[in-house]
């Protein structure tokens, strides 16, 4: 049995398991009731011998005893039931598709997306389980390009291999991908860039063959698929992860949520990747390199100030490198390199970071 289809029975005992714990209460002549992790901020702690954000022990009561409980409650339930739906039928919906289902049941319907979002998320915490292993997902944005041979494990398209070199603009990784088996690769590392402009180049300059690498957009803060394939290969495949993002404060954060994990996918283990290695662009860099820059703005320095206060920022090069923002004032972009050529940062800049 693979492990796609051993984590979905996991979540069906466990959805079995809250619907006992309901008609228990109700034969009992008692008000049902559940208990979920709470996700607040307060609630969520770096955890430093796992290396990532994780939920602490407190927890919310959702009871139908109190009158403002009841509508979370039952959409709670509801979502719940339609995840039981889609594992039992082998389909999936996106988080979209859930906003505008619960229009059509009268009691159900979300104000916003945003509202169904977070249910689906108490969810989760609820079983302890991704939505995705519920097969419920978001739009996928990312792609990833090299030699590495895949064989798909989702129904309808069990056993079928392809290798990620077949599409010039890279396969985007969505679930099916980011659960798929490994069958074969040659590559020795995986480099993660921010940017999809880079990512053309790096697939135009043939990185993937001169540096023996599959290449990975995480376009911007990479999906929790994206972030689960990365984990993958770096635990699975053994392969070193390698990040390279804008030399500013957001770009440094999207490091740190691929090694470390974010606040909002607390309740959800898995996703971190603690040995990847940020590269740069580093905030250094602009004048070691002599890149183009512009100056920090007040929302960039209040955002060097928020990292500067968190834990994990407090080692090189990350307090290094916030420092130097302090100091210099000033920001680039991975495209800067172009100044020196279009291929500099491919062949300079790259062999220096990965020790090549």
């Not at 390009?145 to 494990?153: A, C, N, P, R, S």
Request: with cysteine; net charge positive; hydrophobic share 40%.
């Amino acid at each position: 049995m693979s492990k796609k289809r051993r984590q979905e029975r996991r979540v069906l005992t466990r959805l079995k398991r809250i619907g006992l714990q309901l008609c228990r209460s109700i034969e009992e002549g008692s008000f049902p009731e559940l208990y979920i992790p709470s996700r607040s901020t307060t609630n969520i702690v770096y955890d430093a011998r796992l290396r990532q954000y994780v939920l602490g022990k407190k927890k919310i009561r959702r009871s139908s005893r109190v009158v403002t409980h009841l509508r979370p409650l039952t959409q709670l339930l509801w979502i719940a039931q339609i995840a039981k739906q889609l594992i039992r039928e082998g389909k999936s919906s996106t988080l979209r598709d859930i906003y505008y289902l619960s229009m059509a049941e009268e009691g159900v319907d979300f104000k916003s997306q945003r509202e169904s979002d977070k249910t689906i998320a108490d969810l989760e915490a609820l079983l302890g389980a991704a939505r995705e292993d519920f097969h419920i997902f978001p739009e996928e944005r990312s792609a990833i390009f090299g030699d590495l041979t895949i064989e798909y494990t989702v129904p309808g398209y069990e056993g079928r291999q392809l290798n990620l070199t077949i599409h010039p603009d890279g396969v985007m990784i969505g679930p099916a991908l980011a659960t798929a088996e490994f069958v074969d690769t040659s590559a020795e590392r995986v480099i993660a860039v921010e940017k999809g402009a880079m990512f053309t180049r790096f697939v135009e300059e043939r990185v993937h063959e001169r540096f023996r690498a599959l290449i990975v957009h995480t376009a911007g803060q990479p999906p929790r698929a994206t972030r689960l394939l990365l984990r993958r290969l770096n635990q699975e495949l053994g392969l070193p992860v390698y990040i390279f993002t804008d030399a500013d404060p957001w770009g440094m954060h999207i490091a740190m949520v691929i090694i470390s994990g974010s606040a909002q996918s607390a309740h959800i283990p898995g996703l971190a990747v603690p040995d990847a290695q940020w590269c740069g662009v580093w905030a250094s860099d602009i004048e070691r390199y002599e890149l183009p820059s512009e100056r920090l703005t007040a929302r960039d320095l209040k955002r060097v100030d928020e990292l500067k206060r968190d834990p994990r920022y407090q080692r090189n090069p990350w307090k290094r490198e916030l420092q130097v923002f302090t100091r210099k004032k000033r920001k680039t972009e991975l495209e800067a390199f172009s100044r020196h050529g279009l291929t500099f940062i491919v062949d300079q800049y790259l062999p220096e970071r990965l020790g090549l």
